[in-house]
């Protein structure tokens, strides 16, 4: 008898046969399961094209010194342009063909662009904490909300006219100065970022600002006159001049400058001076006498190279960014070097063309960079709250060295970190 695969039973007259034929069982099987195999294949496909979100970056971990030294400045986050979401277009009724044909388009069409920072220089704080930054080549100074992260703008030929905008500075009131070389005048603003008055006498190219707020004296660095020119901050007044005039750039003399192009004032009034063609900082007293300065050229640690900005935090210590080394170095009152932070580069704590630098109330550092076009922010720990975290770390010390040896169970106290910053990282919004 030979075996052969027996055929399909006969259908019978008004329906399908009950017998289990493995024919149809196996077609059955291969018309179900092809629908659900395809739409797997596209599901996998369709989930391996979708976007990733980006990884969330821990800064928090970028100190200076580094451990187990205790941090003195934090790395926080960065600024560079406006949201996407606030240059996103709205979805709109597609065109039809005679609209577009036309060159029509609907009356809810969006066509903003992405503003985003090109040469940023001069900086400012806000009494609501945001940072604001003239940028000479976008024409416009940026506000950077810390917080959200939105961006608001002062535009040129929208609130005001601008050529080449370089400093800023800012009083109790959010009243804003603004440099503009290009039109050799300062431009001043209300709160409500409307121009309200201008500044003319006596300047030719003025530069970098800084404004004593209990004395109500504006400073004013013009680089092509090597002085420093000191206004009334109400009257908008010329009060004096500090440095020689007509020197050329040429004048080595303590007191007088050479292209001087940042400012800063201290607690006690007292003015602080990149001299960047001398390499060197000079200092005055609220009435313009020269006192003393500091720094010579080189690229060791304590000399400058074109010096750019200058600031004061907290505790008196004089902050300086150096232009060609990029690097910020942090003296002592007395002038001896503290700590040193940067190099050339795009990493967080580098810079590319460093120029500004702003300490703001609440010990937050920001610095401006025109290369990369970006503002980088910093977190200041002050004296106090180093003094305060080395307690906490001598007695976690002395309690391990007071437990029993080989007791692998006692605890460890945490050492409390100084308060969050304001701001958040960039990826994370």
């Known amino acids: 008898m030979t075996n052969s695969i027996p055929f399909p039973p006969a259908r019978k007259p008004g329906g399908f046969s009950r017998s289990k034929s493995p024919w149809l069982l196996l077609l059955l099987s291969l018309m179900l399961a092809s629908p659900v195999s395809l739409f797997a294949d596209k599901k996998k496909k369709k989930d391996a094209e979708a976007p990733k979100a980006p990884p969330v970056i821990d800064y928090s971990n970028i100190v200076w010194p580094n451990p187990p030294a205790i941090a003195r400045i934090r790395y926080t986050t960065w600024y560079a342009a406006e949201q996407i979401s606030q ?31 090109g040469e940023p220089y001069g900086l400012a704080v806000d009494s609501k904490g945001s940072v604001y930054v003239a940028d000479q080549k976008v024409g416009a100074v940026f506000i950077f909300n810390t917080e959200t992260r939105a961006v608001e703008l002062i535009k040129n030929k929208v609130h005001g006219h601008f050529v080449r905008i370089i400093g800023l500075a800012m009083d109790d009131n959010d009243r804003l100065f603004v440099s503009d070389p290009g039109l050799r005048h300062i431009m001043v603003f209300n ?214 040896a080989g007791n692998s169970n006692q605890e460890i106290v945490p050492i409390t970190p100084p308060p969050a910053p304001q701001g958040s990282s960039p990826q994370s919004k």
């Not at 063909?97 to 662009?113: C, I, S, V």
């Not at 300086?320 to 070097?337: A, E, I, K, N, W």
Request: glycine share 10%.
């Open 87 to 117: 240059v996103e277009k709205p979805k709109t009724k597609k065109d039809s063909w005679m609209d577009r044909l036309a060159g029509t388009q609907p009356a809810t069409e969006n066509n903003k662009f992405l503003f985003q920072l």
């Open 191 to 404: 709160a409500k970022h409307e121009a309200e008055d201008v500044i003319t006498e006596g300047l030719v190219n003025p530069g970098g600002m800084a404004l004593d707020r209990e004395n109500r004296l504006l400073y004013v660095c013009d680089i092509e006159q090597d002085q420093v020119l000191v206004y009334d901050a109400d009257s908008l007044k010329l009060k004096r001049r500090i440095g020689s005039a007509g020197t050329k750039h040429a004048s080595t003399k303590p007191g007088d400058f050479a292209r001087p192009a940042g400012v800063a004032v201290d607690k006690e009034g007292n003015v602080y001076v990149a001299d960047t063609l001398n390499d060197r900082i000079e200092i005055f007293d609220g009435d313009g006498n020269f006192v003393n300065m500091f720094g010579k050229a080189g690229d060791g640690p304590g000399y400058f190279s074109r010096p750019k900005g200058v600031a004061i935090d907290s505790d008196g210590h004089i902050w300086v960014t150096d232009g060609m080394q990029d690097r910020v170095q942090v003296f002592m009152p007395d002038f001896q070097l503290c700590i040193s932070f940067g190099g050339h580069g795009l990493l967080p704590g580098m810079f590319q063309g460093i120029t500004g630098i702003y300490i703001d109330k609440q010990n937050r550092v920001f610095t401006s960079e025109i290369f990369p076009g970006r503002v980088q922010q910093f977190r200041y720990v002050t004296d106090a709250e180093a003094e305060k975290l080395q307690k906490e770390k001598d007695a976690s010390r002395e309690k391990r060295a007071a437990s029993p």
